[in-house]
């Protein structure tokens, strides 16, 4: 693979569509650095919840605004999960991150345009050397519209809702299926409706629905089209 040129593999979708999987299974085939951009939403919105920028579920977006300098996001490599995991100014947060609290929250805190450039700018200097794959909601439209290869993943709500419940159940969150379905539907909705840089297929992105589709199935349909690429 070395000698191959490297390139930006950009995979927007909704909520729980198993993009991060995919991807970091792509990273892992081809040798590349996985950037999962959902989970920096999640980190400033952890941050937000820990320093009273929300509160009952309210946010306070003059307080976040005011906070942002102070959070430092950065992320190192975790040869157990194969991936790397976020830390916030130097504290390991990935667990933290994927609570149903944050989940709730995150979509008030990714529609603010200080945040959104805040972790855009990190997200382009991440990828600057190419050969990433990044997930996530504007990747091919705003991060990175000059990846060369853009995927748009899409899956049935009820089915997404059942992976994710059946992940947050495994880890012994005391949620109902209800709750993770009314989640999933209303993040969509914030994220196609939001004025800043809302989900929206690339026109030039190829669409992947996968509700039905094994992570084996998946790969052997991306190593076709990155192998017309990249050759
Ligand atoms: O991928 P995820 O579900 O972990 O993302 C968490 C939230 O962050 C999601 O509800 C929308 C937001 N997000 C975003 O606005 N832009 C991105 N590039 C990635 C995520």
Redesign the pocket.
């Known amino acids: 693979m070395d000698n191959k040129k490297k390139i930006i593999v950009a995979i927007d979708g909704f909520?729980?569509c198993g993009?991060?999987t995919f991807a970091k299974a792509i990273a892992a085939k081809l040798g590349y650095i996985f950037i999962?951009?959902?989970?920096m939403?999640?980190a400033v919105t952890l941050y937000a919840l820990e320093n009273g920028a929300i509160v009952d579920g309210e946010l306070n977006q003059e307080l976040l605004i005011g906070l942002l300098p102070k959070i430092e996001i950065s992320f190192a490599f975790n040869a157990e999960r194969g991936a790397s995991d976020i830390y916030v100014n130097g504290e390991l947060a990935e667990d933290k991150i994927r609570t149903i609290e944050v989940s709730n929250c995150?979509?008030k805190v990714?529609q603010i345009r200080q945040v959104r450039e805040k972790l855009v700018a990190l997200q382009q200097q991440m990828g600057q050397h190419r050969g990433v794959v990044m997930?996530?909601?504007?990747?091919a439209t705003v991060?990175f519209p000059d990846a060369e290869l853009k995927l748009f993943m899409t899956a049935d709500a009820r089915v997404r809702a059942e992976r994710r419940y059946a992940e947050l159940k495994a880890k012994g969150d005391e949620v109902t299926f209800d709750e993770v379905l009314d989640n999933v539907i209303s993040?969509d909705n914030?994220?196609v409706n939001r004025e800043i840089?809302p989900l929206r297929r690339a026109d030039d992105a190829i669409e992947l629905d996968n509700s039905y589709m094994s992570v084996e199935e998946q790969m052997a349909w991306f190593m076709e089209r990155y192998q017309q690429i990249v050759g």
């Open positions: 909520s729980s993009k991060s999962d951009t959902g989970a939403y999640r995150v979509s990714s997930d996530g909601r504007d990747i991060v993040r914030a994220d840089s």
